[in-house]
């Protein structure tokens, strides 16, 4: 198979559709700006006697960036507006993603906000609750982008800023040299060109099949999902142009039923599998959320012949 040059790579990971797309020094600026709250909210919360809030301030801020990507797409919709009020008036993580999970569409809010990922009911500090520091981030986020809705592929770049920077007061040594427990602990992520070169590569020598005989792609270290959401991209890709012209729900079951079927993916970092999950299901409903409404996570995911989603995207130990 013959090389595939970086100008003729498709843009499988970072969505091109971008007027400006945001160089890295960007994404960095951005990243150390939320670094900066997050140290914040730590400090804040340990003031109040709190052990290692650790957990519950990166969940915070997960919410954040989640609440933000479902508004800049309802920005028209009484939902989206409501989701705006309900981070308001938030008193534990726990009760946060509680009312966005029940505020959205059952696959879209139980896809983002897993009851078993935000379990924390500790109550969060009155001073984090009354601060304006989810709009700092929102308005942050929104020249990051171009005012554009937020792309996928960010929440992977977040998820490696908490594991690179740790608020973890056990850890010896400075913030910066603690990031190298990332290194220590095996934990590489992939850039973005080369998921695209080696997904593009890899499955060059395929021809899409809606009928069912389309590879499988398995990554068994698959951290947040990147080599899947590319792959996951090709394959709706490919049946976009075999599908020309269907409905929006016989798009949205299709996709849906690729995903069940043809992605799979392993990891230790069970924090990093959760994001992998609400990527590819994300992507699945791109364009396609007028098609959302009435599709429930358990049925879409328990079709017959096909496993669970988190069987096919799954932790191991």
Not at 138 to 166: K, M, N, S, T, Y
Not at 181 to 198: C, E, F, H, M, N
Not at 230 to 237: G, H, Q, S, V
Request: net charge negative.
């Amino acid at each position: 198979m013959s090389a595939i040059s970086e100008g003729s790579l498709p843009y499988l990971l970072k969505d091109q559709s971008y007027t400006h797309s945001p160089s890295r020094q960007e994404l960095v600026r951005v990243l150390k700006y939320i670094d900066q709250w997050r140290e914040w909210m730590y400090q804040i919360w340990q003031g109040e006697g709190a052990n290692d809030p650790a957990e519950e301030v990166d969940d915070l801020f997960s919410i954040a960036v989640l609440l933000y990507y479902c508004v800049r797409r309802w920005s028209q919709d009484e939902r989206g507006k409501q989701l705006l009020c309900d981070s308001q008036s938030w008193v534990s993580v726990n009760a946060l993603a509680r009312d966005c999970r029940d505020e959205l569409p059952n696959l879209i809010g139980c896809t983002m906000f897993p009851q078993a990922a935000f379990a924390s009911t500790d109550e969060v500090p009155k001073a984090v609750r009354e601060c304006d520091w989810v709009h700092r981030i929102w308005e942050a986020l929104g020249h990051l982008f171009d005012g554009r809705p937020l792309p996928v592929w960010f929440f992977g770049d977040l998820h490696q800023l908490c594991i690179a920077r740790p608020l973890m007061p056990h850890c010896e040594g400075t913030r910066g040299q603690r990031s190298e427990i990332r290194s220590r602990r095996g934990i590489y992520y992939t850039p973005a060109p080369v998921v695209d070169y080696l997904v593009a590569r890899t499955l060059a020598g395929y021809e899409f099949d809606v009928t069912g005989s389309s590879p499988t792609i398995l990554d068994p270290s698959c951290g947040t999902g990147n080599i899947l959401l590319a792959a996951f991209r090709w394959l709706c890709d490919g049946y976009a142009i075999l599908a020309n012209g269907a409905s929006a729900d016989d798009n949205l079951n299709a996709r849906l039923n690729m995903l069940c079927k043809h992605i799979a993916g392993r990891d230790v970092d069970g924090r990093a599998v959760t994001w992998a999950r609400r990527g590819v299901v994300l992507q699945a409903v791109e364009d396609l959320w007028e098609a959302v409404d009435d599709v429930n996570v358990d049925h879409v995911c328990r079709l017959p012949g096909k496993k669970h989603l988190s069987s096919r995207l799954s932790c191991i130990d």
